[in-house]
């Protein structure tokens, strides 16, 4: 008989279970990332994933959106990924490991990662690249995340996605931007082709069909989700390291998202980044970042049920 021996889980450690009930058979897999070495303004990120966490045990399993309670599921939670401290280079590694561990022993599960800063997706969309087709990112985020450089480092927070669409052919659809640098307005023009922009004022303005909008994108595609919680205005979200006024309310966020599910062939992970407890407000937006997961997954049910 062979033993095999895993050689990743070294890499977690032990946490509070999302939603506090814990099923290792669960199609729905937790990973907390609590990656903060490049960020900028405020600090605090590290501590999102436990504090999102916790919200998740004190709120109901109801999903408003579909209707529908999710009290009889439960979360695969694995625990946090191990960080080396002030070694970005260590903590990208050990990120890119767990994401090749979790694709080999939990190949059909749906991924979800609780960052941390906006940096974690880069090692988790290069891991699951690696081995999965990957479409379109789409990314709801009040930046694009496509610097050159920022503050003179090229991997940090600010160059996410400049970094990414130089190793992958990944067409990228921003929602919600409203705060970005003219290095990353050139960029953007250079590559219309790939990159599209869908503003707050284009969400609201209803003069345009979201499903046009989003259709090319989206429809029949596999789609990884990226979720920065300044998405949202401050007003919704105060507890973000980068806030930016003229932001995106949960129901216009929900609607969107209603769409991607349907209209996406396979969601190949998502993550929820730049949770900042230490400057929230009654942990508001620990609460909302909890929230939203459970709308994605009642969303996702749904879907499933009505393939089958």
């Not at 129901?251 to 349907?262: N, P, R």
């Amino acid at each position: 008989m062979v033993i095999k021996i895993v050689t990743w889980k070294h890499l977690l450690s032990n946490t509070k279970v999302f939603g506090c009930c814990n099923d290792e058979h669960s199609d729905y897999l937790i990973i907390g990332i609590p990656l903060e070495i490049s960020t900028t303004y405020k600090t605090g990120t590290r501590f999102a994933p436990n504090r999102i966490r916790e919200a998740s045990c004190n709120i109901e399993f109801f999903s408003l959106h579909t209707w529908s309670s999710l009290e009889n599921m439960c979360f695969n939670d694995l625990g946090d990924v191990v960080i080396s401290p002030g070694d970005i280079t260590s903590s990208l590694y050990n990120i890119k490991t767990i994401i090749e561990g979790l694709l080999e022993e939990f190949p059909t599960s749906k991924y979800f990662f609780l960052g941390g800063e906006h940096l974690v997706t880069y090692p988790i969309v290069e891991g699951l690249a690696n081995h999965e087709n990957i479409d379109t990112l789409v990314v709801f985020d009040a930046h694009t995340d496509l610097r050159s450089e920022y503050l003179g480092s090229r991997i940090n927070h600010a160059t996410v996605f400049r970094r990414l669409l130089e190793k992958f052919s990944f067409n990228i659809l921003y929602i919600g931007a409203r705060a970005i640098s003219l290095d990353e307005l050139s960029f953007i023009n250079e590559n219309r082709d790939n990159i599209k922009l869908v503003d707050p004022r284009i969400l609201y303005s209803g003069q345009v069909d979201l499903s046009d909008i989003l259709k090319n994108y989206v429809n029949g595609k596999e789609i990884y989700l990226s979720i920065d919680m300044d998405v949202f205005d401050p007003s919704y979200a105060p507890g973000v390291s980068n806030p930016e006024p003229l932001g995106i309310d949960p129901f216009m966020f929900l609607k969107t998202m209603e769409y991607i599910i349907e209209a996406a062939s396979k969601i190949v992970g998502i993550d929820i980044v730049e949770v900042n407890p230490l400057v929230d407000v009654n942990d508001i937006t620990s609460v909302l970042a909890s929230k939203i997961i459970f709308e994605i997954v009642a969303l996702m049910n749904r879907k499933d049920s009505a393939n089958k």
